[in-house]
């Protein structure tokens, strides 16, 4: 199947990951997915493929003769897409040839190139976006198509010398839950990539550090008329709270190495609220200094309201895998010249965020992250290069050649 068909084939499953949910995967619909990628292996001639009970699926490339004490290397994307906009009925639509001008998405939306500049770097690209209605899911079904798509090419191409390639397919990356119950040891891959980052020459190995806060406010709900020193109203305690985070450091002031904290949720009646954060720094020190600041600003509150007006629920999520990629160079040493063999120039930064594979380095499985191509994640904005994809592809098959060496 060729890459552009098998993306668009995979972006017709709806496999919207939920916040809300106790269960693993957080909603059934992703294992349909996950099942149709098992069997799509199984087709390809993949060996040992398994969806195990908590719907990761894995399969084996068999090493190529003579290459069979070459390390075991693992390729890895997520199926789920993000629970910020709606997943379901994607309609794609297809450019090619961009000529780098504004894209009307339907009759009353268009991505326009003063908003989006990088649009431009896309000139003479096959360009695959959404019609304004919902996400694309290129994040991360465009990993998902170019690892089966290079999966299928090593399977129908023997003469291709490799070791043995594990691939493995996640839920729930997008909520943070992704690795909850992947059995790094059952992957039995020595070092790992996963596709799940965006422009072409990304290569990444530092993310977040990331926690998420969420302040509940007891209210005390008093008729108005006669509410003076009474009344405590729950939602202006949260915005007071949230008054007290520096506007500065908000992800829409951030960039680079910079850190933030961003408010993701607010509801609340004068009786009750809830506010939620996620704080986010690349350097460890910072991180925690923000959380300690956190607590402060919580704390502050109590002392005016009371200690049983707010409560606080601050939970590391995944730490920067730097500290666990570093000591392995020829992880990255390997992807650079993978690219470079792609026509790719590599890009080294900082991940603005996180992915499965900064949890899996610390579970003892090295991983850093490699473009996927597509761009504007999370809502109806999103488009993805198929260009940049085939590139993707190639890298991958790259790699697979020159762990055997």
């Excluded at 500065?248 to 009750?272: A, D, I, K, M, W």
């Excluded at 502050?300 to 500290?323: C, I, P, S």
Aim: glycine letters at 8%; one cysteine or more.
């Amino acid at each position: 199947m060729e890459l552009k068909d098998r993306f668009l084939k995979y972006v017709a499953f709806d496999t919207q990951s939920s916040e809300e949910s106790e269960s693993f995967p957080s909603t059934d619909k992703q294992l349909v997915l996950l099942n149709y990628l098992a069997d799509e292996m199984r087709a390809l001639g993949l060996q040992d493929v398994v969806v195990d009970k908590y719907g990761y699926t894995m399969g084996t490339i068999p090493a190529s003769e003579g290459c069979e004490t070459a390390p075991v290397i693992g390729f890895i994307a997520h199926v789920d897409t993000s629970p910020d906009m709606r997943g379901k009925d994607v309609k794609p639509h297809i450019i090619d040839e961009y000529d780098g001008g504004d894209i009307m998405l339907n009759g009353s939306l268009t991505m326009r190139v003063a908003d989006f500049p990088e649009l431009k770097d896309f000139v003479g690209h096959t360009l695959i976006h959404t019609d304004g209605t919902t996400l694309l899911g290129a994040d991360d079904k465009a990993g998902c198509a170019e690892i089966m798509s290079a999966a299928e090419y090593l399977m129908a191409h023997p003469e291709i010398k490799h070791g043995k390639i594990r691939i493995g397919f996640t839920p729930d990356e997008e909520i943070g839950r992704g690795v909850d119950y992947f059995d790094v040891a059952a992957f039995g891959a020595d070092f790992a990539y996963t596709m799940d980052g965006s422009s072409e020459g990304e290569l990444e190995y530092e993310n977040f550090n990331a926690a998420s806060a969420v302040v509940e406010v007891q209210g005390r709900n008093v008729h108005p008329g006669y509410a003076k020193n009474k009344m405590i109203n729950a939602i202006q305690v949260a915005c007071e709270l949230n008054s007290l985070i520096p506007a500065v450091e908000r992800p829409e002031h951030t960039e680079g190495y910079e850190g933030f904290y961003h408010c993701v949720g607010f509801n609340g009646t004068v009786e009750n609220a809830k506010i939620s954060y996620i704080i986010r720094d690349h350097c460890s020190e910072k991180f925690e200094q923000k959380k300690v600041y956190m607590w402060s600003c919580v704390d502050l509150l109590k002392k005016k309201y009371g200690d049983e007006v707010l409560t606080l629920t601050l939970k590391d999520q995944y730490y920067n895998m730097r500290k666990m990629v570093e000591p392995h160079p020829q992880v990255i040493a390997k992807a650079e010249q993978a690219m470079r063999d792609a026509g790719v120039e590599p890009r080294i930064k900082p991940i603005r965020g996180g992915t499965d594979g900064a949890r899996l380095s610390f579970m003892g499985l090295p991983c850093p992250n490699i473009f996927a191509g597509g761009m504007n994640f999370h809502g109806k904005f999103e488009y993805c290069s198929l260009d940049v994809m085939r590139k993707a592809e190639q890298v991958i098959v790259n790699l697979a050649q020159l762990w055997a060496k």
